[in-house]
């Protein structure tokens, strides 16, 4: 269960203090855990910096990100917004995020004026249980809820998962997009591929599509599909879908994908 302290750690993650005009900023991470700074975090850290910039009637429809080095979440993040393009219906943005004078993350993220239109989709989600049935995990990022539908004890990287974020129930809709490029980084699709000596190195890139209105406070299945490993590179993509089984999101990442070096030891 998301503790009130949960929620709070999040929506703390998500706000940015602007020092000067198109610079925002992140607070440091509270101490203890893993000092790597996680890939989902500076992506939504950097659409919230990208979104200050842009009339409040635009959405963010995509995102596509660069990670260029490894961050360390014990330091703030300094977050500067290029303003590419203000459209009739879009707005184009470009966000370099550093620490210490270090690029560690480049993004453009482009928004868009809500349309009408015809509201169709091919894909069906899969066929699983409700995530009331599903067994919970561990807690991983704050004031995130994560369930595994299909529970496997001899895979370190469920491919499916159930998640929510409660705490996000009083957000705005840019809130709840932030919210879900945060978790769109959580898992990888690629562990059915890598065998038990190939290794998940580095996140290279990560992209974020987003189809339809947002909510993150209730269940959202995630359902991340490896497609292909090669050249010490591994690709999958991922869809996120409602309860009713429509398509929020879609997103998909590259890794560096490494066989481990020496001989297997037994057992």
Known sequence: M????GATALRDLLTLHE???????SAAAPGGGHPGLYGGQVAAQALVAAAGTVAGDRLPHSLHGYFLRRGDARLPVTFDVERDRDGHSYSARTVVARQEDRVVFRMTASFARPEE???RQAVVMPAVGDPEDAQ???PVLPGVEVRDPAPS???????RTWVRAPGAADGDALHHAAVLVYVSDLFTGLADLMG?????????DHA????????M???VLVDDVGTTLSAARGWYTGTLFDRSGAVLATCAQEMVIREARGPERAG
Do not use: I, K
Not at 153 to 159: F, I
């Open 136 to 138: 919970p995990l561990p």
């Open 153 to 159: 004890t001899g895979r370190a990287h469920p491919m």
């Open 19 to 25: 020092p000067a005009p198109d610079r925002f900023v």
């Open 2 to 5: 998301t503790t009130a302290g």
């Open 208 to 215: 974020v599509w987003f189809h339809r209105p947002v909510r």
């Open 196 to 204: 038990p000596r190939v290794r998940a190195m580095a996140s290279l």
């Open 217 to 219: 406070d209730d269940w």
């Open 117 to 119: 239109g015809p509201d």
